[in-house]
Structure formats: structure tokens, C-alpha cells
């Protein structure tokens, strides 16, 4: 299967931890693409944000202050 059988709001998380490995390791690019696309958004989306930066023990330089 290349995706999820239940929609994604009704999925377990282990059913998306499953597709998301399958789509890791995928012999096909496309779909190795897709789950490095959606990693990379993610991830972007966590270190963007300033509520998660105590829990990454993330210090903001103070040049930046002001900007963000």
C-alpha cells in the first residue's frame, strides 16, 4: 500500500509511523521525495516557530530580536 487505508484524521499513529517508513525506504523516487518534502516542512515548521525554541534549549542571537 502506498498510502493510509483509514483517512488520515482516523489513522493511528503507529498506521502513519508505518506509511511514513514505507515511504522512506521506497524503491520508487517519487515517493522517497514526498516523505523528504514533508519532513523538511515539518521540521521548518518546529524550528520556525519561537514556542518550540525553549524545548530545543535554542538561544535567538540578540541581533535578532526585534524581528521576530
Given at each position: 500500500a502506498?498510502?493510509?487505508r483509514?483517512p488520515?484524521q482516523?489513522?493511528?499513529?503507529e498506521?502513519?509511523?508505518?506509511?511514513?517508513?514505507?515511504?522512506r525506504?521506497?524503491?520508487?523516487?517519487?515517493l522517497?521525495?514526498?516523505?523528504?518534502g514533508?519532513h523538511?516542512?515539518?521540521?521548518?515548521?518546529?524550528?520556525g516557530?519561537?514556542?518550540?525554541?525553549?524545548?530545543?534549549?535554542y538561544?535567538?542571537?540578540?541581533?535578532?530580536?526585534?524581528?521576530?
Amino acid at each position: 500500500a502506498l498510502g493510509l487505508r483509514p483517512p488520515w484524521q482516523d489513522a493511528s499513529a503507529e498506521q502513519v509511523r508505518a506509511m511514513l517508513e514505507r515511504w522512506r525506504y521506497s524503491r520508487l523516487t517519487l515517493l522517497r521525495s514526498a516523505y523528504q518534502g514533508l519532513h523538511g516542512l515539518l521540521y521548518a515548521s518546529w524550528y520556525g516557530d519561537p514556542a518550540s525554541w525553549h524545548a530545543a534549549a535554542y538561544q535567538q542571537p540578540a541581533i535578532m530580536k526585534g524581528y521576530l
